[in-house]
């Protein structure tokens, strides 16, 4: 749609941030869309892009059909109670199966034209540009029906859709104009952040001096960097928006303080019902931007057991800075940097300091590492292999040894250097270490097999009984993984 790919400059190929970019039609209309990544980990990006936007296109490749993120788009498009248009994608593959596709959406309650129901469908191919111009036409259609108009003769209105940090430019937000006309100038509040919009630029890079409605544009100004999902408004004043925007700091304190009394009267909740001895691993995310960090850190929070977990000690945009090694290095943490670098600085010292930078650019690789090392920190197992039980005959005393046991194997083989332990009466008597000599005849055995008679002496131990059982076993210690 956009003339260009963007996924092939992300890398993986899967659109890891959101893009907002606008597609102009000859005959001046225009359709702006809101691209959300696919993986697991952008839930909450998805979330607020269907809060965002008027209709939803739900794209489901032909040949996958029905994918879990597929199902959990539906429920983000119905709790937002946005209207849903289905282009089924990949029908240019030799294994595309459309109607089976619609066929399976029926389970998630949404019903296409082509099964009786009132959700618009389209069949397309993104890679031989089969059917865009249909989907274009499909969305304004719906848009006519729906009668989607804004009043741009007001001040504006917007969401922060993605926010970053820019080394030449400061903050950098990626907004939607909701109602109203954004220009050059204003003064605007963003969550708990504000500032005058000093410059504009659409998705092309061009320069804007103002942005009507459902344009999104990157705007430059603010002091701080916005959440995601943010509301943006033009206020009337610095002194207005400064008030604004120390009550909502001030909200976002105590809330924090309330989160974390809570969290410290239920850990002694819980430390006096029972010690939890889980091992934590704690990481420091950097990222590009704040939709990835925010994914990345809800990710990893997710891999947990009752013995290992991840813990985020900080998530948030930017270069890796100085900062970000004193906290990882007071809590022996590594730095893990997706689509950022360390600076010279924080370089030389985290080297010095010993802190591990690590930088990604895949979000299945971060969380695959951070699988990696909890498995490592999780206890191994020691796993028990049978190998043979011996009876024991007759216990002969032999000077300088001690007591020798004669024995026939009645089970299994009999191994020199196996695990031992001595059986009376069903009750396990001693658990010895090794089985030290074993003899057959006169001359030391390997091992001895079912139905043979050989002779042990276990070092340290004389209670040896005829009738006893010497079960002889293997220990393997096996390391387990999440």
């Not at 983000?76 to 089924?88: C, F």
């Not at 659409?202 to 459902?214: F, I, K, N, V, Y």
Request: charge should be negative; hydrophobic fraction near 40%.
């Amino acid at each position: 749609l956009r003339q260009t790919d963007v996924v092939s400059g992300e890398a993986g190929g899967i659109t890891q941030h959101i893009g907002a970019y606008q597609v102009r039609l000859a005959d001046g209309q225009r359709v702006t869309f809101l691209d959300t990544p696919g993986h697991a980990a952008f839930s909450s990006m998805r979330a607020r892009g269907a809060q965002v936007t008027d209709i939803v296109v739900l794209v489901v490749a032909a040949d996958d059909g029905v994918m879990p993120q597929t199902i959990e788009a539906i429920s983000h498009a119905k709790a937002a109670g946005v209207p849903m248009i289905v282009a089924v994608n990949k029908i240019d593959k030799p294994d595309a199966q459309a109607q089976k596709v619609l066929n399976e959406l029926l389970q998630y309650e949404v019903l296409t034209e082509s099964v009786g129901g009132d959700t618009l469908h389209v069949e397309v191919s993104a890679l031989k540009r089969i059917g865009l111009e249909k989907l274009i036409e499909t969305i304004l259609l719906q848009a006519e029906v729906l009668g989607l108009t804004a009043n741009p003769n007001r001040s504006a209105e917007a969401v922060v859709v993605e926010s970053r940090l820019d080394r030449g430019r400061g903050t950098v937000a990626t907004v939607l104009v909701k109602p109203g006309t954004q220009r050059n100038g204003d003064i605007v509040v963003a969550g708990a952040q504000w500032g005058r919009v000093r410059a504009m630029t659409d998705e092309r890079g061009q320069t804007l001096t103002e942005a009507g409605p459902s344009q999104p544009v990157e705007l430059t100004g603010l002091e701080g960097v916005p959440e995601p999902g943010d509301k943006l408004v033009v206020v009337e004043s610095e002194t207005r928006a400064r008030e604004v925007v120390s009550y909502r700091q001030e909200l976002k304190r105590s809330k924090a303080l309330v989160g974390s009394g809570q969290r410290t009267s239920l850990e002694q909740m819980m430390a006096r019902i029972k010690d939890l001895s889980v091992k934590e691993l704690a990481v420091v995310v950097k990222a590009d931007v704040q939709g990835s960090a925010e994914a990345i850190a809800g990710a990893l929070e997710k891999i947990s057991t009752e013995e290992v977990r991840a813990r985020v000690l900080q998530a948030s945009v930017g270069a890796i800075n100085e900062a970000d090694v004193t906290l990882a290095k007071a809590s022996g943490a590594p730095i893990i940097g997706f689509n950022v670098r360390a600076s010279k600085e924080a370089r030389e010292m985290a080297e010095r300091d010993g802190v591990e930078l690590r930088y990604y650019n895949i979000i299945y690789d971060v969380i695959d590492d951070i699988k990696g090392v909890l498995s490592g920190m999780l206890a191994p197992i020691q796993r028990e292999t049978f190998l043979g039980n011996a009876e024991v005959l007759e216990v002969f005393e032999i000077s300088k040894v001690g007591k020798v046991a004669g024995c026939r194997v009645t089970e299994g083989v009999v191994k020199r250097g196996a695990k031992v332990r001595i059986v009376r009466e069903n009750v396990v008597i001693v658990e010895l270490g090794t089985l030290s000599t074993l003899r057959r005849f006169k001359d030391d055995v390997a091992e001895v097999v079912v139905g043979q008679e050989c002779g042990m002496s276990f070092a340290g131990h004389q209670d040896i009984k005829k009738g006893d059982l010497i079960e002889c076993f293997n220990v393997e210690v096996v390391q387990r993984s999440l």
